[in-house]
């Protein structure tokens, strides 16, 4: 039988249980400056570095939110091609590491990383970025990754939501129900579901989870009796079959996606396969201004760019606003 990691009932305030693989800064805590969280003082001239080439919002209104998602390919997982080992075994990771913060993640408002690689020297590379972002962490169960999100401090985390499948892939789900600047909210979704190995894994046990955490979110939203709309977005591990059974049953459920099935490439697999297998899915109650795959507009999305050495995934922009705030509960979910 599932654990569910967070009971919720209804009329109760329950606060985050804390786990130890689970970190969370919530509402009315303090972003702590760089003494207070051993980073050096040159770390944090780094972070106002790329906060104000990268800190402001990629649409400049109060109304529109940015989010990225993107699985980093933790060092501890990227096979050194003709070496035989690990990158997480030569000190060389430091710098995609930063690559990728610079490059990608800075600037956004909101942060859902996948393959986040729970280790200290990793930790401290996204010391800078904690220093503008509130941050929410949590590990799969036996395994050195998990998910992060990362929410810029001008909104408001009202829920770290945390779910542990408890299933043969060690997966977790990492969710924020947000305030954001403008007052209205929005639960966010982190996602990182199996690797489809075989027959099994991408037609029963991705839909099992992904089912499975719907359900969560779905339950937490109606204890919560607020129109809140939901976003679901990362890694689904989409391959290139013509339907996909995850996108299908979000889609029967009321989601939209920002992205088409089978349009779109974000995905080298270690078996040298492109696929398209990073979305972003939302409910009623969300409008999608603008969406990007990749950091480089120039390149078609439907291609793995050959230059492209930040991770086995391309980042995927979204700008959204939040809208129809009249709805009932149950005409969103």
Same mark, same amino acid.
């Given at each position: ?199 099994? $894994?991408?037609?029963? *046990?991705? +839909? ?6 719907? #359900?969560?979110?779905? !339950?937490? &939203? ?89 991770? $086995?995934?391309?980042? *995927?922009? +979204? ?6 705030? #009249?709805?009932?509960? !149950?005409? &969103?979910?």
């Amino acid at each position: 039988m599932l654990q569910r990691v967070l009971n919720r009932y209804k009329g109760r305030n329950i606060p985050t249980i804390k786990n130890t693989r689970s970190l969370v800064v919530k509402e009315g805590n303090a972003i702590p400056d760089h003494d207070q969280l051993g980073v050096s003082k040159a770390v944090s001239d780094v972070a106002s570095s790329w906060a104000s080439v990268h800190g402001g919002r990629p649409v400049a209104t109060l109304d529109c939110t940015s989010l990225v998602c993107f699985n980093l390919l933790a060092p501890c997982y990227k096979r050194l091609d003709g070496y035989g080992m690990r990158e997480s075994s030569l000190p060389i990771w430091k710098d995609r590491c930063k690559k990728i913060i610079e490059q990608v993640l800075l600037g956004n408002d909101i942060i859902c990383l996948q393959e986040y690689w729970f280790d200290k020297k990793h930790d401290t590379i996204y010391q800078p970025l904690e220093l503008k972002y509130h941050s929410l962490k949590f590990g799969r169960p036996n395994k050195p990754d998990g998910l992060a999100l990362f929410i810029r401090s001008n909104h408001t985390i009202i829920e770290q939501i945390s779910y542990d499948f408890e299933d043969v892939g060690y997966r977790v789900g990492l969710a924020a129900h947000i305030k954001l600047e403008n007052g209205k909210e929005v639960v966010v979704a982190n996602v990182h579901l199996t690797f489809p190995h075989n027959h099994f $894994d991408e037609n029963i *046990l991705r +839909v099992q989870q992904i089912t499975q955490y719907y #359900d969560y979110i779905k !339950e937490y &939203i109606q204890n919560t009796g607020k129109n809140i709309p939901v976003i679901f977005a990362g890694d689904f591990n989409s391959s290139n079959a013509p339907r996909d059974n995850v996108v299908q049953y979000l889609l029967k459920n009321g989601f939209e996606s920002a992205i088409q099935h089978g349009t779109f490439i974000s995905h080298l697999t270690h078996r040298n396969e492109h696929v398209g297998a990073d979305y972003f899915f939302y409910t009623e109650g969300i409008k999608v201004l603008k969406k990007t795959i990749g950091v480089d507009d120039d390149i078609p999305k439907d291609i793995w760019p050959d230059n492209f050495h930040l991770s $086995d995934h391309k980042p *995927l922009f +979204v700008d959204f606003e939040i809208t129809d705030e #009249d709805q009932k509960i !149950e005409d &969103i979910l």
